[in-house]
């Protein structure tokens, strides 16, 4: 096959917004989580500020792994980061290895339109069980509450 039969594409993102440097870690959530080896596979969310002082909640990356990869010295601030949505962004540091970044974003922390389809399926299942539940709030805020039997 010719070059002429063919053209290369890069793959679209049309969710992010732009990209920014993150600086440092502003908060994260407190979840018990075992870091005997990494990555970890499920771990805290966590929020950062980027160098134009705004503040964004990450929702593909867990906090202990980029510790992890800080202390390793695989990667140093600034973190590169992509804006998908308001104060809502994904880790995309190409210093990243790829088996550091999970296949799936946070089912709690992340908006439903953002999930892949059986990341969708699985809470609609959990919801129609009983055993989760997401409250929307008057503000446009939601959050996921767990019905644990």
Not at 64 to 93: M, T, Y
Request: glycine share 4%; proline share 5%; aromatic share 8%.
């Amino acid at each position: 096959m010719s070059n002429k039969d063919y053209e290369i594409v890069k793959i679209s993102l049309p969710e992010v917004k732009e990209f920014l440097k993150a600086v440092r870690v502003t908060g994260s959530t407190m979840v018990g989580v075992s870091t005997k080896t990494f990555p970890v596979e499920h771990g805290n969310c966590f929020d950062v500020e980027t160098k134009c002082g705004k503040e964004f909640r990450i929702l593909n990356f867990a906090f202990e792994n980029l510790k992890e990869l800080i202390r390793l010295e695989k990667v140093s601030w600034p973190i590169d980061i992509a804006v998908v949505g308001k104060e809502i962004a994904i880790v995309c540091d190409t210093r990243i290895p790829d088996e550091w970044y999970p296949v799936e974003f946070c089912s709690v922390c992340t908006p439903q339109r953002l999930l892949s389809l059986p990341q969708r399926l699985s809470i609609h299942l959990s919801e129609v069980r009983g055993e989760r539940e997401t409250r929307k709030f008057a503000d446009g805020m939601s959050m996921t509450c767990f019905n644990l039997r």
